[in-house]
């Protein structure tokens, strides 16, 4: 076995400080890459209805803006219908938040006295004081940052449409810088993985969109059917988080079932069923349907995947990992496996 050298610890000493360089700069940088990366793909969805109005005799720019413009509005009418009907059944259950209070303490009550917990000083007002005035500065700053991210998001929502308006307008300048570096067999490898990501990418839109409407009419029914409180509400919440693959159902079904355990213990277990029939529905008929085999990533890969884009880009991050991983699948795809089977077929 060779003996570790000066030379062996210099090498791994500027392996180590480059990669730490890397991943700072990434880190400074991550909300630049976010931008551009989500400029890109909304950019390649709707490339396709740009194309076709363009195909139709429509100036390309034109075509952009009106693509532009019936995506913004349909957002806003969805915002408008589905927010008068949040906010009657979010002021429900609000008003119905003391009688739940009181369920809730009464079931801490009785775990407390089978643990043998003294929660007495729980109920002493100065206790109770003390602790309010303790976690208000924490309160005032976390809203002073939601406010600043609330900003923040806008700002980056109009660099992104921007973006996305510069792209679609004219994406033949970007696309030949993009090839033009690489020899002939590689830019043609280069073409097939644009033209496949770019199906890949309108089907999952596609689907995302046609997932999230199923998973919110499904609900909405079961929940309906039950007579729970706030389905709706609960509904919308379902549909919105089923844009995050495989943990979105999941985590939508959090606060149904906690809150019905508190109130309706009985009734858990069919909001359990609406819930995981729900998933099953979505996952094993809905997208199988509608995305076929665009999208075959294994679900543990997915969910190690989601947990990472997360942690690097937050919750976008989570949104936007099933196309991420579908294009480094693709690329993978053009560039390894296919030349794989391509020269043992040549040898056979």
């Not at 644009?194 to 499904?218: P, T, Y």
């Amino acid at each position: 076995m060779k003996n570790l050298t000066r030379k062996d610890l210099i090498i791994a000493g500027i392996v180590l400080f480059l990669v730490i360089v890397c991943a700072k700069f990434i880190s400074i940088i991550s909300s630049i890459l976010l931008m551009g990366g989500l400029a890109l793909i909304f950019s390649t969805i709707l490339n396709r209805p740009v194309s076709a109005l363009a195909k139709k005799g429509c100036n390309r720019t034109i075509a952009t803006f009106i693509c532009l413009f019936l995506l913004i509005g349909f957002i806003i009418l969805a915002t408008a219908i589905i927010v008068p009907q949040v906010s009657k059944e979010s002021k429900a259950i609000k008003k119905n938040f003391p009688e739940f209070q009181q369920k809730l303490e009464a079931k801490l009550d009785v775990i407390a006295e089978k643990e043998g917990i003294d929660i007495k000083h729980l109920e002493d007002n100065a206790f109770i004081k003390d602790k309010i005035q303790k976690a208000l500065p924490h309160v005032l700053s976390g809203a002073t940052k939601l406010g600043a991210s609330v900003i923040g998001c806008l700002i980056h929502t109009i660099v992104i449409i921007l973006l996305m308006v510069y792209i679609l307008c004219d994406p033949k300048p970007l696309i030949k810088g993009f090839l033009d570096p690489w020899s002939f067999g590689v830019k043609k490898s280069l073409r097939r993985c644009l033209l496949r990501i770019e199906k890949m990418l309108f089907a999952w839109a596609f689907g995302l969109c046609c997932g999230m409407l199923c998973m919110f009419l499904l609900t909405w029914l079961g929940l309906s059917l039950i007579k729970m409180e706030g389905a709706f509400l609960f509904a919308i919440i379902a549909g919105f988080l089923n844009i995050i693959p495989t943990l979105g159902p999941f985590l939508a079904a959090v606060l149904p079932v906690f809150i019905t355990l508190v109130t309706k213990p009985i009734q858990v277990i069919y909001v359990l069923i609406i819930y995981i029939g729900m998933h099953q529905i979505e996952s094993h008929v809905m997208t199988p349907l509608i995305m076929k085999k665009q999208l075959d990533i294994h679900p543990m890969i997915l969910i190690l995947a989601i947990l990472v884009m997360f942690m690097f880009f937050g919750m976008v991050g989570a949104f936007i990992t099933a196309p991420v991983m579908a294009t480094i699948s693709i690329i993978y795809d053009e560039f390894v496996i296919i030349p794989r089977k391509y020269k043992e077929k040549s040898l056979n």
